[in-house]
């Protein structure tokens, strides 16, 4: 089954041209045959991201939304606070997932992550960091599983008939 995908790069450095996190996650995207429905970038601005996800939770044609950038501990690092404004539940075993898969690439410097994910609205919205390095750790290591439907024992895509229910 293919997952519409929604890509959001958080930055207040990089463009299209010279996003690489961004550009891994088109070509791991790709090559698990989803559809990437949207693309952006988006300053390091709490209420921009929350503009743009709100936008895309409107879009009966995604499924899921990526963000990349903005998980770190600096002052301009915002991206899971804007999640927290929109989230319906949060995920937490993402994130403790992925900080123990990024210990054996960055080892302790993994703690310093706040990767994240959160169900809003009936769509996956999965935080992950803006380095190459971590984005592909989350990919490999949790997203390309939990988003083929053929992963066994479970995955998130055989629950996104559900998400909606009351």
């Known amino acids: 089954m293919k997952v519409n995908i929604a890509l959001l790069t958080v930055t207040d450095t990089r463009t299209i041209d010279n996003d690489k996190s961004g550009a891994?996650?088109?070509k791991k995207i790709?090559?698990?045959?989803?559809?990437?429905v949207n693309r952006k970038i988006c300053k390091d601005n709490k209420d921009d991201i929350v503009i743009i996800l709100k936008e895309w939770l409107q879009n009966k044609q995604i499924d899921v939304i990526i963000t990349t950038g903005g998980t770190g501990l600096t002052g301009r690092d915002i991206t899971p606070?804007?999640?927290?404004i929109i989230?319906?539940?949060h995920i937490p075993g993402f994130g403790e997932i992925f900080r123990y898969l990024s210990l054996k690439t960055v080892g302790t410097s993994s703690i310093q992550?706040?990767?994240?994910?959160?169900?809003?609205?009936?769509k996956y919205i999965f935080a992950l960091p803006g380095s190459s390095?971590?984005?592909?750790?989350?990919w490999e290591g949790i997203l390309k599983h939990q988003l083929d439907i053929n992963n066994k024992p479970c995955n998130f895509v055989e629950l996104i008939p559900r998400l909606k229910e009351k």
Not at 81 to 84: D, N
Not at 113 to 122: F, P, T, Y
Request: net charge negative; glycine share 10%; hydrophobic share 50%.
């Open 133 to 138: 390095g971590g984005v592909i750790d989350a």
């Open 87 to 89: 989230a319906d539940k």
């Open 113 to 122: 992550s706040r990767a994240c994910a959160v169900l809003a609205k009936g």
């Open 30 to 36: 790709e090559e698990a045959k989803h559809n990437l």
């Open 81 to 84: 606070e804007a999640l927290e």
């Open 24 to 26: 891994v996650l088109v």
